[in-house]
């Protein structure tokens, strides 16, 4: 239920604030003389309210309140603020004071009727919130975010009219909230988020002042609000993880909408993406992920100029992506992801970011790309991951370009590239932080890399390279994944690999590796997993114990390896041959490619293996207890 919230959320807004309170109100307490006497009444109240907490000695914050005593004046009481003239308390902050309590609906608390901030924020209060909270109408700032309160908003919120701020995020309180809150003209910020309600009052619209709206996590259900946009001061919008469903409609937007943020992810919201959305010339952050939003994206959006986030992954959007998206100057993050797209890409995108295409039906890259776009930029960020499409041809060799980079992590796995890995890549001194090419069919042998590349996965699995193991791998020091499985390689594990002081997960089953397994690699302290099966591996198992740790699907199927009974049981049967089958597909594939790609040595090799396996199509170990 709970969803990360923004750097400046509305709620980390507020904890600022109230710490800001507090330190300045006892910078106050300590500076200035004592001018302003507390009224008696108010004094009362809070000794009231005080006594309501019993506070054992134990607790941390048990003397958070010790200052309340009738020894010195009640307006310089910790959290407490009154007005200097009349005495009045006008403000009550007990930021994160363990209170563990209800609020009684006849507490001290509500006798503080000229009250206008009230935070109790992280207090452990439980129980409902008290109908008594409409006696308090001076409040301007409500926060009671972060406790343990349940069941429903008391109507009498309606009456505190000159609230601007309200916060009941991160509660338990469930059901309608009430009508009359929509009678709040004055209120800002409204945060109901992470709660468990379930109705917003028909018509919100009422909420001339209102900027910014928190309502998600919660179990909110009924049609898009669309009310909620006829208020002239909207803001940011966040509506994620709730049950609202049917079409998304803004209704008559104002051509000088302020809206900058738009959250409706993890809803049931179907219906194609209005054109009207264009309106929003404000807008900053669109996200209308993981619905069932159908049609295709509107070329209209390309009017957002201002857009740097734009998230439409996982509805069912289709179509080809509207080339006037690269007017889109100010885009930064693009998630398409999961949906029914098709077509070209043009090669504007490639500016963004974060790109993700992944399962879509894009066939090609657009003529476009040979990226003028990245102009002088010293450096690019992207993040790109083309995943599950039908990209075929070449490596992307645009990619070469982008000489000087912060992070660039690419994955081009489940699509049909094919051919060499381009030069650059091999010969990089800024390589990827992740190159994820797995299923695939690149062939050729496998790049060799610079000791200061930042890579921290290389997933090359399931394609078709051959030939070795470069044993410059083992100077990445960040690599903390390495996936060769499924390939040609014929050669030994090289000894550096041992040096790969980060590595998590190593797989190179599948291939045709032959040699002894360096023992050395069961001192990499990180390494969780490794996969050395399906090879032609010899010798024994190291006795080292990330070794002993492994399983039997980690070491079979090679047959000159021994030890092998302890993992697999007694009697162990290993896998008939399922590579022959690969081999021949790689084979074909290197003739069609061409000589350019071809491992000569590795050939022969694989000949060989085959060869071997037809005299060996099952191998069988018994133990010899
Ligand atoms: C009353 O509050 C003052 C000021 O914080 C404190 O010094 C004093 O110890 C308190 N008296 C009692 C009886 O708690
Ligand atoms: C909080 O209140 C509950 C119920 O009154 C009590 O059982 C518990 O011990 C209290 N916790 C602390 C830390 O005082
Ligand atoms: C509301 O305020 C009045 C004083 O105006 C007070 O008499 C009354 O007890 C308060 N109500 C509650 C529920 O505290
Ligand atoms: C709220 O206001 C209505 C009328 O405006 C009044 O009848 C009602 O008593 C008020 N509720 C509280 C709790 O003060
Ligand atoms: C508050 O809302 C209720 C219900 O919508 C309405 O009857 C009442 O007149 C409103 N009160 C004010 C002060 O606007
Ligand atoms: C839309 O808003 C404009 C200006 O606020 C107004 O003139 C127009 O009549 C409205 N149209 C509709 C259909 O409500
Ligand atoms: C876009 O952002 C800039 C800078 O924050 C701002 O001045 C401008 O008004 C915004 N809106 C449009 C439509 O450009
Ligand atoms: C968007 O880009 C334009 C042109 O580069 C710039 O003037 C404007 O300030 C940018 N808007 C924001 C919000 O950064
Ligand atoms: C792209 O989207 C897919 C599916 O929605 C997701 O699994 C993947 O992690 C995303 N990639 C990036 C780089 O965000
Ligand atoms: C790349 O795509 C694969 C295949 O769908 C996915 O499992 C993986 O999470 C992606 N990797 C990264 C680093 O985004
Ligand atoms: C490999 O990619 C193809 C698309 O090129 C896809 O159809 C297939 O399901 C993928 N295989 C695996 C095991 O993901
Ligand atoms: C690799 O880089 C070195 C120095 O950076 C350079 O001398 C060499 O020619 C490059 N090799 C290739 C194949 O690009």
């Not at 008290?130 to 069941?151: A, I, T, Y």
Request: aromatic fraction near 12%.
């Amino acid at each position: 239920m709970m969803i990360p919230r923004q750097p400046y959320s509305f709620s980390g807004v507020v904890a600022t604030l109230c710490f800001f309170f507090l330190f300045s109100f006892a910078l106050h307490t300590l500076a200035s003389p004592t001018l302003h006497y507390c009224r008696h009444d108010q004094r009362d109240a809070l000794l009231e309210f005080k006594h309501e907490f019993p506070i054992s000695e134990s607790n941390p914050t048990a003397n958070a309140m010790s200052s309340w005593n009738k020894s010195n004046d009640c307006c310089f009481w910790n959290g407490v603020k009154c007005d200097a003239k009349s005495g009045k308390v006008i403000s009550l902050n007990l930021f994160g004071v363990f209170l563990n309590n209800t609020l009684k609906p006849n507490s001290g608390l509500f006798k503080l009727q000229y009250l206008q901030h009230l935070i109790l924020y992280s207090c452990k209060l439980y129980g409902e919130i008290p109908s008594s909270f409409g006696n308090l109408s001076h409040l301007r700032k409500l926060d009671l975010l972060k406790n343990e309160l349940v069941g429903q908003v008391p109507a009498s919120v309606g009456n505190l009219t000159q609230l601007s701020d309200l916060s009941l995020g991160e509660n338990k309180l469930s059901g309608k909230i009430p009508i009359s809150v929509a009678n709040l003209t004055k209120l800002r910020n409204l945060d109901l988020s992470n709660n468990y309600f379930e109705e917003l009052p028909s018509d919100i619209s009422g909420l001339h002042s209102l900027e910014y709206f928190y309502v998600s996590g919660n179990s909110f259900y009924g049609p898009f609000p669309t009310s909620l946009f006829r208020i002239p001061s909207l803001q940011w919008v966040h509506l994620e993880e709730n049950h609202f469903k049917g079409p998304i409609e803004f209704g008559n937007i104002s051509s000088s909408s302020t809206l900058n943020r738009i959250y409706l992810s993890r809803n049931k919201l179907d219906g194609a993406i209005p054109e009207s959305i264009s309106k929003f010339l404000n807008m900053e952050k669109l996200d209308l992920s993981y619905n069932k939003i159908i049609g295709p994206i509107p070329t209209s959006i390309s009017q957002l100029v201002n857009l740097t986030y734009l998230d439409l992954s996982n509805n069912k959007i289709i179509g080809p992506i509207p080339t006037s998206l690269s007017q889109l100057v100010n885009l930064t993050y693009l998630d398409l992801s999961n949906n029914k797209l098709e077509g070209e890409v043009a090669g504007f995108l490639w500016r963004f970011g974060v790109v993700n295409l992944s399962h879509n039906s894009f066939s090609s890259f657009g003529s476009s790309f040979e990226l003028e776009e990245f102009g002088e930029q010293e450096y690019v960020y992207l993040d790109l991951d083309i995943d599950s499409n039908l990209f075929r041809g070449p490596f992307p060799h645009w990619i070469c370009k982008l000489r000087k980079w912060l992070r660039l992590s690419i994955n081009l796995s489940n699509n049909r590239f094919s051919g060499s890995i381009p030069q650059c890549l091999r010969n990089f001194t800024y390589f990827p932080q992740a190159l994820i090419l797995r299923n695939n069919s690149f062939s050729g042998t496998l790049p060799v890399m610079s000791a200061d590349a930042s890579v921290n996965a290389l997933d090359f699995s399931g394609n078709r390279f051959c030939g070795k193991i470069p044993e410059s791998i083992g100077s990445l020091e960040e690599l903390s994944i390495l996936n060769l499985s499924s390939n040609a390689l014929t050669s030994d594990i090289p000894q550096p690999l041992a040096d790969l002081k980060n590595l998590e997960a190593l797989d190179l089953s599948h291939n045709q590796l032959f040699g002894q397994i360096p023992p050395d690699l069961g001192k990499i302290h990180s390494l969780l997993t490794m996969n050395f099966s399906h090879n032609n591996l010899e010798g024994p198992i190291p006795q080292d114990q990330k070794f002993q740790d492994q399983n039997c699907s980690s070491f079979m199927d090679n047959p000159k390896l021994y030890g092998l009974e302890k993992f697999c049981g007694k009697t162990y049967v290993s896998n008939p041959i399922p590579k022959e089958e690969q081999v021949i597909n790689w084979i074909a594939a290197a003739i069609a490619y061409g000589p350019g790609v071809l491992c000569g040595f590795v050939i022969g090799n694989v000949f060989i293996s085959h060869k071997f396996r037809r005299i060996n199509p099952r191998v069988v170990i018994r133990s010899a207890r």
